[in-house]
C-alpha cells in the first residue's frame, strides 16, 4: 500500500523504514507489527527453547499433544501448579501449553453452559 514509508515496531518501539518490517497481505499497511530484528530474536529464542526442551528428554510435542488434551478433559477442578508442572513433563510439553489447555477447557464448558441455557 502506497503512503506509509516509516513504521513502529510493536515489540521494541522503533521506528524503522517499512522495509525492515516482513510482509503480512492481511495487515492495512501489508507488513507485520514487529521489526525484522525482533522477529529474527523471537524466532531464535523459540528455536533455543526447542532445543534446550530436547536436549532435557521432553519428546516432540506433536505426537502426545492429542494425549495432554486427553488428560486435562478427564481432570476433575482445577489443577495445582505442581499438577501442571507434572503435565507438562509426562506429555513433553510446556507449562504454559498445559495451562492454556486448562483455560480452554474451562471456556468451552462455559460456552456450553450458556447455548444449553438458551
Not at 8 to 25: L, M, V
Not at 27 to 40: I, L, W
Not at 74 to 102: C, Q
Request: glycine share 8%; hydrophobic share 30%; net charge positive.
Amino acid at each position: 500500500m502506497e503512503g506509509f514509508e516509516t513504521k513502529r515496531c510493536s515489540r521494541c518501539g522503533d521506528i524503522k523504514a517499512i522495509s525492515q518490517f516482513r510482509r503480512e497481505p492481511r495487515n492495512r499497511d501489508g507488513r507485520k507489527g514487529q521489526c525484522r530484528a525482533c522477529s529474527n530474536a523471537r524466532d531464535r529464542t523459540r528455536a533455543q527453547e526447542k532445543k534446550r526442551l530436547e536436549a532435557n528428554g521432553h519428546p516432540k510435542r506433536s505426537g502426545r499433544l492429542s494425549e495432554l488434551i486427553a488428560a486435562v478433559d478427564t481432570w476433575k477442578g482445577n489443577p495445582s501448579d505442581a499438577a501442571i508442572a507434572r503435565l507438562a513433563v509426562r506429555y513433553g510439553d510446556t507449562e504454559f501449553m498445559v495451562r492454556h489447555l486448562f483455560e480452554y477447557r474451562a471456556y468451552r464448558l462455559q460456552v456450553r453452559r450458556k447455548a444449553g441455557e438458551r
